[in-house]
């Protein structure tokens, strides 16, 4: 009896995040092109993939939105990225260079597992923010959600034996992974 009502509300979860999504999209599909693209920058703070993401308009689903938003993203110059960069705060901070309100908050919701830590981990995370950005001459990008001070420390430290264009290649793929999650924010789906 209890798989059967798990199963009965698992349904229902999945048929109502259908439904949303497909609002979303009839909702955003309308719109005018500006503000098509205003509405999903929070989602990834470069103006250029918001711009492109709503020029490719309409989509149907959250996995064609998926599928375009990686193409575009992987089509931007390295200008592009570091703008989508900038909309983020640094690891345990609370502001951007250039952000949304929305955007911020999100931030602060991916970064949260990160910053329960005691207050060496955090005094050792502002460090090694500020050797990597010494270093590479922009923000530490990691996508942080569910990730515990001690992951993104190892991480951090990981990452600057990367050479420049390594690390703008991997600096590119986490921010590809936070407009994912983003995303998925967006349209309401888990």
């Known amino acids: 009896m209890l798989d059967t009502l798990k199963s009965a509300t698992t349904m229902a979860d999945t048929t109502t995040n259908l439904i949303d999504e497909k609002a979303v ?20 703070g470069s103006t250029a993939w918001a711009e ?5 308009r309409p989509f149907e689903d959250a996995a064609e ?6 193409a575009v993203w992987s ?25 949304t309100a929305e955007s911020l908050a999100w ?12 207050e060496t ?14 270093k ?11 990730r515990s ?16 264009a390594t690390e703008m290649l991997e600096a590119a793929e986490q921010q590809r992974q936070i407009t994912q999650l983003r995303l998925r924010r967006w349209l309401g789906v888990n």
């Open 52 to 56: 492109a993401l709503a020029a490719r």
């Open 25 to 44: 999209f009839a909702r955003w599909n309308e719109l005018d092109a500006e503000a098509a693209a205003r509405e999903v920058l929070p989602c990834c």
């Open 121 to 134: 981990a955090k005094l050792a995370l502002v460090e090694a923010n500020r050797q990597y950005e010494e």
């Open 107 to 118: 931030s602060s919701d991916e970064q949260r597992a990160a910053m329960n830590s005691d």
């Open 75 to 99: 089509g931007l110059a390295e200008d592009d990225w570091c703008e989508a960069f900038d909309s983020h705060p640094r690891i345990g901070q609370q502001k951007a260079k250039a952000a």
């Open 65 to 70: 939105l998926f599928t375009i938003s990686d």
């Open 149 to 164: 001070t001690a992951e993104i420390l190892a991480i951090c430290k990981g990452r600057m034996d990367n050479d420049a």
């Open 136 to 146: 590479f001459g922009r923000i530490f990008i990691v996508c942080a959600s569910g």
